[in-house]
T-cell receptor, first 116, second 114 residues
Framework: AQKITQTQPGMFVQEKEAVTLDCTYD???????LFWYKQPSSGEMIFLIY??????QNATEGRYSLNFQKARKSANLVISASQLGDSAMYFC?????????????FGQGTILTVHP | NAGVTQTPKFRVLKTGQSMTLLCAQD?????MYWYRQDPGMGLRLIHY???????AKGEVPDGYNVSRLKKQNFLLGLESAAPSQTSVYFC?????????????FGPGTRLTVL
């Protein structure tokens, strides 16, 4: 079974509107972390936001927030007030803490296009 | 601080040739990783290291070898390149421990095997 599933190959959003990128995960570990990375067309991987499995509050970083629903095993990224520069590939990733030495498992990614 | 650097940025090999990709980090991170990124497949872990002198296999280790002789460097070797190894290779590093330790990524190496 896929450990990280991103079901949206591509998403479109109008500039200044909010968009939600979906991520579901599968793990039997009690302790784990969920990450979102952005990959613009230039290719680098940019860390956006982190959510720990024991964190009770949803993580927020500026215009990024993570909608964490533990029972549903989902960790959706919400980008508010989209900007043209948000157009990129977005990856959800999971670190399972029990024995992983920080290894990340990535989803297949979602390409976000922001229209003016 | 340079962060994580990778050498080279681009390379074209012929089938059967060998090469080494170099990753260097100046953040004193204990953990280092090599990933490959193929279209439509996200990033997959090749090998990783939790400290100087130690390495371990990841999800797709076949055809690759690694070495970590110094804490700041992590080398990825292809002994006999195959077209299936055409990919973008990313190195990453992080602190040891569990809580929220993000991985810092290098800029990537685009490798083409003809």
């Amino acid at each position: 079974a896929q450990k990280i599933t991103q079901t949206q190959p591509g998403m479109f959003v109008q500039e200044k509107e909010a968009v939600t990128l979906d991520c579901t995960y599968d793990t039997s570990d009690q302790s784990y972390g969920l990450f979102w990375y952005k990959q613009p067309s230039s290719g680098e991987m940019i860390f956006l936001i982190y959510q720990g499995s024991y964190d009770e509050q949803n993580a927020t970083e500026g215009r990024y927030s993570l909608n964490f629903q533990k029972a549903r095993k989902s960790a959706n990224l919400v980008i508010s007030a989209s900007q043209l520069g948000d157009s990129a590939m977005y990856f959800c990733a999971m670190r399972e803490d029990d024995s992983s030495y920080g290894k990340l498992t990535f989803g297949q990614g979602t390409i976000l296009t922001v229209h003016p | 601080n340079a962060g994580v650097t990778q050498t080279p940025k681009f390379r074209v090999l012929k089938t059967g040739q060998s090469m080494t990709l170099l990753c260097a980090q100046d953040m004193n991170h204990e953990y280092m990783y090599w990933y490959r990124q193929d279209p439509g497949m996200g990033l997959r872990l090749i090998h990783y290291s939790v400290g100087e002198g130690t390495t371990a296999k990841g999800e797709v280790p076949d055809g690759y070898n690694v070495s970590r002789l110094k804490k700041q460097n992590f080398l990825l070797g292809l002994e006999s390149a195959a077209p299936s190894q055409t990919s973008v290779y990313f190195c990453a590093s992080s602190y040891a421990g569990l809580a929220g330790n993000e991985q810092f990524f290098g800029p990537g190496t685009r490798l083409t095997v003809l």
